[in-house]
């Protein structure tokens, strides 16, 4: 089966424009989960879609951040407009039942640069 | 709040050695614990799960853990390290803030350097 895809996996943008990261999960698969980790620092939680619906968005740093998952599909998560430390690599994974106990299929990343 | 403690930033070891990765996590309960490898250019694999039963557990790589409750760890281990395995490793523990979802909360990393 296909994995996680994420698209870009490389973004160098300016300061104050505006970015889109894509990501398709495993086909069937309900849950899809935004990861971000920024220089050195640990992997951190953003959101949680079950479906089309956001279980959990604890983890969003700030509104200029917007996630959806139109259909249930695939996802995209929006920065607008973005900021320095908005810099890192974006991780997208899913899972069919309702991690971790099943474990998650993660993507390859984006890796955004804010100049 | 819940933490995970990975002490080791950057490891070197020689080809065939042993190695070890050190994971300490900060929490009430026994978590869900995990190993996550990243090579380059590659998302991130899962290495190995202890959610309970035999402390020891044994993973894909050749690769096993060991769950000490009393010291709050989850060590990485691999008796001999090929090149292949030079990547940034990750820990991770689950099942932490209970509700509808099941967030992972990850460790700073180790990054892994393999010589000749």
């Known amino acids: ?115 | 709040a819940q933490s995970v403690t990975q002490p080791d930033i950057h490891i070197t070891v020689s080809e065939g050695a042993s190695l070890e990765l050190r994971c300490n996590y900060s929490y009430g309960a026994t978590p869900y614990l995990f190993w996550y490898v990243q090579s380059p250019g590659q998302g991130l694999q899962l290495l190995l799960k202890y959610f309970s039963g035999d402390t020891l557990v044994q993973g894909i790589k050749g690769f096993e853990a060991e769950f000490k409750r009393s010291q709050s760890s989850f060590n990485l281990r691999k008796p001999s390290v090929h090149w292949s395995d030079a990547a940034e490793y990750f820990c991770a523990v689950g099942g932490v803030g209970g509700g509808a979802t099941n967030k992972l909360i990850f460790g700073t990393g180790t990054l892994l350097a393999v010589q000749p």
């Open chain 1, 1 to 115: 089966e296909a994995g996680v895809t994420q698209f870009p996996s490389h973004s160098v943008i300016e300061k104050g424009q505006t970015v889109t990261l894509r990501c398709d999960p495993i086909s069937g698969h309900d849950n899809l989960y935004w990861y971000r980790r920024v220089m050195g620092k640990e992997i951190k939680f953003l959101l949680h879609f079950v479906k089309e619906s956001k279980q959990d968005e604890s983890g969003m740093p700030n509104n200029r951040f917007l996630a959806e998952r139109t259909g249930g599909t695939y996802s995209t998560l929006k920065v607008q407009p973005a900021e320095l430390e908005d810099s890192g690599v974006y991780f997208c994974a899913s899972s069919q039942d309702l991690g971790p106990r099943d474990g998650y299929t993660f993507g390859s990343g984006t890796r955004l640069t804010v100049v």
